[in-house]
């Protein structure tokens, strides 16, 4: 069992930069696959970024690719998701998720077995 815990998020305005915690409890963290999603008003959740469990290896939506930087601290059972230059279309809430299958980095929501209880993150114009 893994419990996320989300912090970060807020208002910013475009061309600004946030980070995103996600800290996770339980002796496994170093095993899951961590990932990050987001999901604006109307609109169906999508993928934003992942990571394997070394941090070795780090997918990025096209949508945020050079502007986002997923990492991770496995001695301190956190993820992060940098986000600069943000823009308007930015605005969701963001979850970060865990996958424990011990598999390969994977995009798709149903793959991951824990969710972040999700942070807002505004961007005005």
């Known amino acids: 069992q893994v419990q996320l815990v989300q912090s970060g998020g807020g208002l910013v305005q475009a061309g600004g930069s946030l980070r995103l915690s996600c800290a996770a409890s339980?002796?496994?963290?170093?095993?899951?696959?961590m990932g990050w999603f987001r999901q604006a008003p109307g609109k169906e959740r999508e993928f934003v970024a992942a990571?394997?469990?070394?941090?070795?290896?780090?997918y990025y939506a096209d949508s945020v690719k050079g502007r986002a930087t997923i990492s991770r601290d496995n001695a301190k059972n956190t993820v992060y998701l940098q986000m600069n230059s943000l823009k308007p279309e930015d605005t969701a809430v963001y979850y970060c998720?865990?996958?424990?299958?011990?598999?390969?980095?994977?995009?798709?929501?149903?793959?991951?077995?824990?969710w972040g209880q999700g942070t807002q993150v505004t961007v005005s114009s």
């Open positions: 998720a865990a996958d424990g299958r011990g598999g390969p980095i994977g995009r798709s929501g149903a793959l991951y077995d824990y």
């Open positions: 339980g002796r496994t963290f170093s095993s899951y696959v």
């Open positions: 990571i394997s469990w070394s941090g070795s290896s780090t």
